[in-house]
């Protein structure tokens, strides 16, 4: 059976991919940043997944306002790099997982999630920065297949903390009654607080960030229990995207120990951060 | 879990010299209203049509049924108002990224701040509100 490994929660900021594709991760500005992910690189490095549940949302770039789905998956065999109006990131294409994909989609419907599909998606930095964050020198291609799940958080109302907490719980558990022996990460990609717009531009508040960091692990629901309106006002219009952080603890066990975390400001306009969870299952808290 | 809020506090952040609004909620409405702006800003993602808005820019704004209002705020790079008509800062960013401009000379314009100042606030940790 399938069993999810571990969670990996970090920011989807475009310029920490700008920066590694163009050589700038010892420059002042980045080093800090890069610096952080390094014990959560060397883990993750030891402990491959063969596929990665990669929740986040996209930017204009595969999804207009024609059709804004709530939670979306992703069914197809691979998935384009998406030009976002700049040149595509030289990067691999990125291959699915279609058996998980349908599964997922089966069993999430029949858990009352009546999610939108996908055959064709071309990601965008949404999805292939967390995939850099996780192996930053993939070669000729990444190390794992990938199911990509899509969140609106751009058009309100997005769905509520409360709902994509639950989302991750059954995404979890659809995972765990995979027949198939494969090793599972789910990365929930996103935040922190930020904001583009408006005379609150510029907004960072990292108090909020970190009370969230310490939250995700072991009291996710005081998250869950959030609204929209907190999460605006306290994250900013884009740090809603947050929320997408609890669809990956959802999915993971309540059995989690963290392995490492980092926060940093600025990415461009966003705090930034990662945090990387075990997730034990049945296993003893001691085993390693 | 905090007794205070930013929205209560009469501390005014410094560069708030703007007609922007506070924050872009971006709701149902607001969707609706920016359909034809937002649809024609997304669509420069592909080089043919960045070339074609650039040999004609209201035209181009007219084939996608544009408001008047919309289509002057595009001409005349009014990132506020494009805001106010409807935009989504994810689609007008195509167009701000068209005209070689960043998201901190956008952060700067709807602040009232240059893109120095702007870049600035958020090295030394970005704006705090309440
Ligand atoms: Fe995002």
């Given at each position: 059976m399938?069993?999810?490994?571990?969670?990996?929660?970090?920011?989807?900021?475009?310029?920490?991919?700008?920066?590694?594709?163009?050589?700038?991760?010892?420059?002042?500005?980045?080093?800090?940043?890069?610096?952080?992910?390094?014990?959560?690189?060397?883990?993750?490095?030891?402990?491959?997944?063969?596929?990665?549940?990669?929740?986040?949302?996209?930017?204009?770039?595969?999804?207009?306002?024609?059709?804004?789905?709530?939670?979306?998956?992703?069914?197809?065999?691979?998935?384009?790099?998406?030009?976002?109006?700049?040149?595509?990131?030289?990067?691999?294409?990125?291959?699915?997982?279609?058996?998980?994909?349908?599964?997922?989609?089966r069993e999430l419907v029949d858990s009352s999630f009546d999610i939108a599909t996908a055959n064709r998606l071309d990601v965008d930095h949404g999805l292939t920065v967390p995939l850099s964050v996780y192996c930053s020198e993939p070669g000729e291609a990444w190390p794992c297949t990938v199911v990509p799940v899509l969140v609106n958080v751009i058009q309100s109302p997005q769905p509520t903390a409360a709902r994509c907490y639950e989302f991750g719980k059954a995404i979890g558990q659809a995972i765990r009654s995979f027949p198939q022996d494969s090793k599972v990460a789910v990365f929930g990609t996103g935040g922190m607080s930020h904001q583009l717009a408006g005379a609150r531009a510029g907004l960072i508040n990292e108090q909020f960030d970190r009370w969230f960091l310490k939250?995700?692990?072991?009291?996710?629901?005081?998250?869950?229990?959030?609204?929209?309106?907190?999460?605006?006002?306290?994250?900013?219009?884009?740090?809603?995207e947050m929320i997408m952080w609890l669809v990956m603890r959802g999915a993971m066990s309540t059995n989690i120990s963290r392995v490492h975390d980092a926060y940093h400001v600025p990415a461009s306009n966003t705090a930034a951060a990662l945090a990387l969870f075990d997730d034990l299952g049945d296993r003893p808290e001691t085993a390693t | 879990m905090k007794g205070k809020t930013m929205l209560d506090t009469d501390e005014q952040p410094t560069g708030s010299q703007t007609k922007a609004r506070d924050d872009y909620l971006l709701d149902v409405e607001h969707?609706?209203?920016?359909?034809?702006?937002?649809?024609?800003?997304?669509?420069?993602?592909?080089?043919?049509?960045?070339?074609?808005?650039?040999?004609?820019?209201?035209?181009?704004c007219d084939e996608f049924g544009l408001s008047p209002e919309q289509k002057q705020a595009v001409l005349e790079r009014d990132w506020t108002a494009m805001m106010n008509l409807g935009g989504s800062i994810f689609y007008t960013f195509k167009l701000a990224t068209l005209d070689k401009k960043s998201m901190q000379y956008l952060g700067g314009v709807f602040t009232g701040m240059s893109t120095e100042q702007f870049t600035e606030a958020l090295r030394s940790g970005g704006r705090r509100f309440g």
């Open positions: 399938a069993n999810v490994i571990w969670g990996l929660a970090t920011s989807h900021v475009p310029s920490i991919g700008a920066a590694m594709d163009n050589g700038k991760t010892e420059d002042p500005y980045w080093k800090p940043l890069f610096d952080g992910y390094a014990p959560a690189r060397k883990w993750m490095a030891e402990h491959p997944p063969d596929v990665a549940v990669i929740v986040y949302n996209d930017h204009a770039n595969a999804i207009g306002m024609d059709l804004v789905p709530t939670f979306a998956i992703g069914t197809a065999d691979s998935y384009d790099v998406a030009d976002e109006g700049w040149g595509r990131r030289q990067v691999p294409p990125v291959v699915g997982a279609p058996q998980l994909s349908e599964h997922l989609v939250k995700i692990e072991n009291d996710p629901e005081a998250l869950a229990a959030l609204t929209r309106e907190d999460y605006v006002r306290e994250a900013g219009t884009e740090g809603i | 969707t609706r209203q920016g359909y034809a702006l937002n649809q024609m800003c997304g669509s420069l993602i592909r080089a043919e049509n960045r070339a074609r808005f650039s040999e004609n820019e209201a035209r181009y």
